[in-house]
C-alpha cells in the first residue's frame, strides 16, 4: 500500500493567517493526490483534486501544489469556517486508495 | 444536484453480517463509480471500495475476504455486505460518488455502525 503522511497532525493559526499542511507520499504519486476538509459531525468536502485543481464552488484561497512524492495544502488568508480537519487521498494507486492521517487546524 | 443517503442497522453483533444501502439521487448510478469509505470515531478515513453499475469491484486489500458490493440500477441504489464483523468495524460509513478518476465528489452523511453483542 502507498502510505501518506501529514504534516503537522495539528496547528493553532488566527483569522488571517497563511496555514500551509504537508503531504508525503511513501511513493511517487504523479499529481495523483487530493485533498478534503472535514467539519465536525459532517462528511469531508472535495477541496482540490490533481494535486492542483480547485473543486467548483471552493474559495479561492485555497489552493494547492506539489508532486511526486511531495504535496502541500495553502490556506492562504484563514476564515473562521475554515477550522477543520485536513486530509490528503491518493488516487494514484487502483488497488487501493489510502488518506493521510488528518491535520486539524484549531484556533489561536 | 447529486445526493447519497446511507440506510442500514445501527448495531450490528459480532461475526454477522454488516449490510449498508446507499440511494443516489440527481444522476444515473449508470454512469459514475461507487465507493464506501468509513472512519472510526475520532480516527481518520479508510477506502472500503467501489463498485460500478457493470459489475466490476476493487476491493481494499484488508477487508477484501469479507467484502461483497453491488448495484441495483433498478432503485439507482448501490450496497455494502461486511461478512465476520468484529469491533474493529465500528464506524461511520459513508457512500460516495467519483468520476473514475479516483477522487470523491460527493458524499453521503454517513451512517454510524457499531458492532457490540
Known amino acids: 500500500d502507498i502510505q501518506m503522511t501529514q504534516s503537522p497532525s495539528s496547528l493553532s493559526a488566527s483569522v488571517g493567517d497563511r496555514v500551509t499542511i504537508t503531504c508525503r507520499a511513501s511513493?511517487?504519486?504523479?499529481?495523483?493526490l487530493n485533498w478534503y476538509q472535514q467539519k465536525p459531525g459532517k462528511a469531508p468536502k472535495l477541496l482540490i483534486y490533481a494535486a492542483s485543481s480547485l473543486q467548483s464552488g471552493v474559495p479561492s484561497r485555497f489552493s494547492g501544489s506539489g508532486s511526486g512524492t511531495d504535496f502541500t495544502l495553502t490556506i492562504s488568508s484563514l476564515q473562521p469556517e475554515d477550522f477543520a480537519t485536513y486530509y490528503c487521498q491518493q488516487s494514484y494507486s487502483t488497488l487501493t486508495w489510502t488518506f493521510g492521517q488528518g491535520t486539524k487546524v484549531e484556533i489561536k | 444536484q447529486v445526493q447519497l443517503q446511507e440506510s442500514g442497522p445501527g448495531l450490528v453483533k459480532p461475526s454477522e453480517t454488516l449490510s449498508l444501502t446507499c440511494t443516489v439521487s440527481?444522476?444515473?448510478?449508470?454512469?459514475?463509480?461507487w465507493s464506501w469509505i468509513r472512519q472510526p470515531a475520532g480516527k481518520g478515513l479508510e477506502w472500503v471500495g467501489r463498485?460500478?453499475?457493470?459489475?466490476?469491484?476493487n476491493y481494499n486489500p484488508s477487508l477484501k475476504s469479507r467484502l461483497t458490493m453491488s448495484v441495483d440500477a433498478s432503485k439507482n441504489q448501490f450496497s455494502l455486505n461486511l461478512r465476520s464483523v468484529n469491533a474493529a468495524d465500528t464506524a461511520t460509513y459513508y457512500c460516495?460518488?467519483?468520476?473514475?478518476?479516483?477522487?470523491?465528489?460527493?458524499w453521503g452523511q454517513g451512517t454510524l455502525v457499531t458492532v457490540s453483542s
Open positions: 463498485v460500478t453499475a457493470s459489475g466490476s469491484t
Open positions: 511513493q511517487s504519486l504523479s499529481n495523483y
Open positions: 460516495a460518488r467519483d468520476d473514475g478518476s479516483g477522487w470523491f465528489l460527493d
Open positions: 440527481g444522476v444515473s448510478i449508470n454512469t459514475y463509480y
